[in-house]
C-alpha cells in the first residue's frame, strides 16, 4: 500500500514538473517574441535615424553647393559686368576718335 502511494507521489511530481516545464517553455517563447520585437523596433529606429542624420548632411552639402555656386555665379557676373564696361569705354574712345578724325576738332 506503501509503494502504491509513493508511485503515486512520484507520478504527481513528474506532472507538476512537466507542467512547470510546459509553463517555462511558453514564458521563454513569449520572452523570445518580446525580445525579438523589441530588437526589431531598436534596429528601425536606428535604421530611420541613420537616414535622417543622411538626409541631414546631403542638405548641408547641397547648401553648401548651392551656395558656393551662388558666390562663383556674382564673381562671374562681376567680372563680365566689369568686362563690359572696359569695352564700352574702349569702343566708345573709338567712336570719338573715328569722329574727330572726320569732323576735325571743332
Request: charged share 40%.
Amino acid at each position: 500500500m506503501n509503494m502504491i502511494q509513493e508511485v503515486k507521489k512520484i507520478e504527481q511530481e513528474a506532472r507538476e514538473l512537466e507542467e512547470m516545464y510546459d509553463r517555462k517553455i511558453v514564458e521563454m517563447e513569449e520572452n523570445t517574441d518580446s525580445k525579438i520585437t523589441e530588437m526589431k523596433n531598436d534596429i528601425e529606429e536606428a535604421i530611420e535615424g541613420y537616414k535622417n542624420e543622411q538626409e541631414a548632411e546631403k542638405q548641408q552639402k547641397l547648401e553648401q553647393l548651392n551656395e558656393s555656386l551662388r558666390v562663383e555665379e556674382e564673381a562671374e557676373k562681376n567680372f563680365l559686368l566689369h568686362l563690359y564696361e572696359q569695352k564700352y569705354t574702349e569702343l566708345v574712345d573709338i567712336v570719338v576718335e573715328e569722329v574727330k578724325k572726320q569732323y576735325g576738332n571743332s
